[in-house]
């Protein structure tokens, strides 16, 4: 539309407006330096966190200890939808002492290993369940 000799741009569609934009989503493992703090009511010191589209999910899993006592391992899974932008979370106490980092990934397998002694645990995000590390499988 033209008025007064000054072109302006058609105005949107409601449509538009009622969208979000998707959020910047990366896949990786990240060290806290690299993603920054989270806010104490989150209730977790953190070390890294892995992040990784999921079943068509959002899914961060973050790695750490419950700040009060370091020597209990944790990790918060934080999953979000990216269509309806509904969020959850959940705080889960690992089987190994924390701190605990996560090593490396497969997948949906992640293999935490506890800042302190040679502790190895997997952590599967699909199932939400952790099992012992036997050092024979892809994560190895």
Do not use: C
């Not at 033209?2 to 959020?23: D, F």
């Not at 990786?28 to 068509?56: C, F, K, M």
């Not at 999953?79 to 997948?107: A, C, K, M, Y």
Request: hydrophobic residues 35%; proline residues 10%.
């Amino acid at each position: 539309m033209i008025v007064e000799g000054r072109e302006h741009p058609a105005s949107p569609s409601p449509y538009q407006w009622a969208r979000p934009s998707p959020p910047a989503f990366e896949e990786g493992l990240w060290t806290r330096a690299q993603v920054g703090e989270l806010p104490p009511s989150a209730g977790i010191d953190y070390v890294n966190v892995w992040t990784h589209i999921l079943d068509r999910k959002y899914v961060s899993v973050f790695a750490g200890s419950r700040p009060d006592r370091p020597s209990d391992g944790l990790l918060f899974v934080e999953e979000i939808d990216p269509i309806t932008w509904h969020h959850n979370f959940q705080s889960l106490s690992t089987p190994i002492v924390g701190p605990v980092e996560i090593e490396r990934t497969d997948g949906a397998l992640i293999l935490l290993a506890s800042q302190h002694d040679a502790e190895k645990t997997v952590f599967d995000v699909a199932s939400v369940s952790f099992s012992p590390w036997t050092g024979t499988s892809s994560l190895s």
